[in-house]
């Protein structure tokens, strides 16, 4: 980058009639040059060739320099937007406007996002960077911080949409105030488009049900889930399965969720590290900044009106951000139509029908409600549960649906007797008593020839 310094110049001119008056002009160090390269050339010291080659420009353009500065004098080199403002510069009015709004109504909002929000609801259009010029001009910086981080391989996109979605939640105060609610979301790997995105005030099982219902419902099943090694996700501490017990048909226990995806044909992978499943990492940090904002300006102030309002912001958020995969071919699978999605994304327990078709489940009695053919007494069922539908039992294929009962009696009525307590008195064994005896055999009243024939004697001492 080359500095140019300005310089005042003071020349002497002289004009018919008249003795002789001096101007001054400011000029960069680059226009002094020029000016006396020019007037070089005037005064036939240098060729128009020559003075072209010094200041690298054409023989035709030394040649209109020169006319110039004949007819109008030195001012003719000093270019003429000189202290004129620039035909696209934006109004001081529209500069006040733009600091009020990011002091008040967006102040949360990061200088891209702020820039776009401006455009949508105000109809100020200008550049990301007139904004962030304005911005620093008034003091004010962006409150997304950036700082050096280390550096990881960076991994390569899936080729086609559907081969890697990563899924994972981020608790943060996404309704504002302090209070923390967690945002669950799903991003195809290939695309960066999100894919489901559902807000509850914990990290749950349901929460995750209802992303991959998202997912599948408009998109399809994916090949492969990328997620951390959450106990939602995997059993904690299982050991690995030997050659022989795989050969002899155990598999490894598998969570709620796990069963679910693997009734599904979709595969888990844990992540070791959260640089592992960077692209969905990367997305709660710009949803931080951005979709904070969003939920304010649409008076979403409680979870069901945030969930709502996430299905229109999706749209907006993958035409913004979403790239096209390498392959337009789509890796996406088809659902069967006769599966019920929302019976396989739910908990599922094994229980056993008594006599009557009752069962139990979460300290309550439910029995099976079907006025044709139940299953027989004494089944093994398996009890469905989601907050979409309740408690419903299956059997063979066969869904049911459940009433919930009071809970029977107890058949075994018999009432617990009260221990009787025994009185007892202590015995004191009499003197003569065995153990009232000494555990050795020798005396000390025993001399020690006696003791010395019976050491000589025994037959311990020879071995």
């Not at 733009?98 to 891209?112: C, D, E, H, R």
Request: aromatic share 8%; with cysteine.
């Amino acid at each position: 980058m080359v500095t140019l310094f300005c310089d005042i110049v003071t020349l002497k001119m002289f004009c018919e009639n008249v003795t002789m008056r001096e101007e001054q002009y400011h000029m960069t160090q680059k226009e002094i040059m020029k000016l006396k390269v020019i007037n070089q050339s005037i005064d036939g010291t240098l060729t128009v060739k020559e003075a072209a080659a010094v200041l690298a420009l054409s023989e035709r353009q030394i040649k209109r320099l020169k006319k110039g500065v004949r007819t109008q004098g030195p001012e003719f080199i000093i270019h003429k937007n000189r202290n004129r403002p620039p035909a696209h510069t934006i109004a001081d009015s529209i500069r006040d406007v733009v600091i009020n709004l990011k002091k008040t109504k967006y102040s949360q909002a990061n200088i891209s996002h702020f820039t776009e929000l401006l455009a949508e609801y105000e109809n100020v259009y200008a550049s990301r960077s007139s904004i962030h010029k304005i911005l620093s001009a008034a003091g004010i910086e962006s409150p997304k911080k950036h700082k050096r981080v280390k550096l990881y391989h960076r991994r390569k996109r899936k080729s086609k949409a559907g081969l890697l979605v990563q899924i994972d939640a981020s608790p943060f105060p996404w309704l504002g105030g302090d209070k923390l609610y967690n945002l669950h979301g799903a991003i195809d790997d290939a695309t960066g488009q999100i894919l489901g995105l559902f807000l509850t005030k914990n990290e749950c099982l349901n929460g995750y049900f209802e992303v991959m219902h998202q997912v599948i419902t408009n998109f399809g099943i994916p090949v492969q889930l990328y997620s951390d090694k959450h106990t939602i996700f995997f059993v904690p501490k299982q050991q690995p399965l030997s050659l022989d017990e795989q050969l002899e048909g155990k598999h490894t226990s598998l969570t709620q969720f796990g069963q679910a995806m693997d009734e599904l044909g979709i595969k888990i992978i844990p992540a070791s590290s959260p640089q592992a499943k960077g692209r969905i990492e990367r997305l709660w940090e710009t949803l931080q900044s951005r979709l904070t904002v969003e939920l304010q300006l649409a008076n979403a102030y409680c979870l069901e009106d945030a969930n709502a309002f996430l299905t229109t912001f999706l749209k907006r958020f993958n035409t913004r951000f979403a790239v096209q995969p390498a392959c337009p071919e789509s890796a996406f699978g088809i659902l069967d139509k006769r599966l019920n999605l929302d019976f396989i994304l739910c908990v599922k327990e094994q229980r056993k029908l008594d006599g009557n078709h009752t069962f139990s489940f979460k300290a309550q009695c439910y029995q099976i409600n079907a006025a044709g053919h139940r299953p027989p007494p004494r089944a093994k069922i398996t009890v469905l549960c989601s907050p979409k539908f309740g408690v419903m039992a299956s059997y063979q294929g066969q869904v049911y649906a459940t009433l919930s009962v009071l809970k029977p009696p107890s058949d075994k009525t018999a009432q617990v007797k009260p221990k009787l307590t025994k009185t007892t008195t202590p015995v004191k064994p009499a003197a003569t008593h065995p153990w009232k005896k000494p555990h050795y055999s020798f005396l000390y009243d025993q001399s020690d020839r006696e003791l010395l024939e019976a050491l000589f004697n025994s037959t311990l001492a020879w071995r």
